[in-house]
């Protein structure tokens, strides 16, 4: 069974800081997908970014990227000068190629400070 | 707004008891999913209907039902209702081209169940 372990339960910076996120995964599968989703207070799931595994460049939306590691099974979420609105919880997201299902991180809670 | 949509917003009852939960896809998904949020955890998968039919089971327990119905909504029943079972619940949708690799999943705002 696939697995996804987020180290940082809580993280703060200031405002217009860069801020790196750490996600960790446990698959057999070659081919997958990886995915950051961020929830705001309002508890909605908002998708940031994705990653196909066959993909050997990292995905990049706006402020934020991905530094994916395979041989590593490591995916960390970059986010660029930091906005307040960036406050939120952030889900490291796995789905091997053909079964539908997400299986998430426990979460890494963000605040950007003023 | 994703498009899917999720009745109640919040849900109070007692324990022992038994409720249901509404979702409506994004127009033109066929599939549907649910997964568990308890207390700020990540999330976890229940289940997936794909057209009306049970397509993958996650750690749902026995106590939990669902069905997709012909105009595609679904519902989650809970029955035997345990304090433990206080959580968020959301319903996500795509629409699940099996050529494809992925389809992303769109989720609805949730059902926040408290079980006193």
């Known amino acids: 069974a696939q697995t996804v372990t987020q180290s940082q339960p809580e993280m703060s910076v200031q405002e217009a800081e860069t801020v790196t996120l750490s996600c960790t995964y446990d698959t057999s599968e070659s081919n997958y997908y990886l995915f950051w989703y961020k929830q705001p207070p309002s508890r909605q799931m908002i998708l940031v970014i994705r990653q196909e595994a066959y993909k050997q460049q990292n995905a990049t939306e706006n402020r934020f990227s991905v530094n994916f590691q395979k041989a590593a099974k490591s995916f960390s979420l970059k986010i660029s000068d930091s906005q307040l609105g960036d406050t939120a919880m952030y889900f490291c997201?796995?789905?091997?190629?053909?079964?539908?299902?997400?299986?998430f991180g426990q979460g890494t809670r963000l605040t950007i400070n003023p | 707004d994703s498009g899917v949509t999720q009745t109640p917003k919040h849900l109070i009852t007692a324990t022992g008891q038994r409720v249901t939960l509404r979702c409506s896809p994004r127009?033109?998904?066929?599939?549907v999913y649910w997964y568990q949020q308890s207390l700020d955890q990540g999330l976890q998968f229940l289940i997936q209907?794909?057209?009306?039919?049970?397509?993958a089971k996650g750690n749902i327990l026995e106590r939990f039902s669902a069905q997709q119905f012909p105009d595609l909504h679904s519902e989650l029943n809970l029955s035997s209702l345990e304090l433990g079972d206080s959580a968020l619940y959301f319903c996500a949708s795509s629409v699940t081209l099996f050529s494809a690799g992925y389809n992303e999943q769109f989720f609805g705002p949730g059902t926040r169940l408290t079980v006193l």
């Open positions: 209907y794909y057209n009306g039919e049970e397509r």
């Open positions: 997201a796995f789905s091997s190629q053909g079964a539908q299902k997400l299986v």
């Open positions: 127009s033109g998904d066929l599939s």
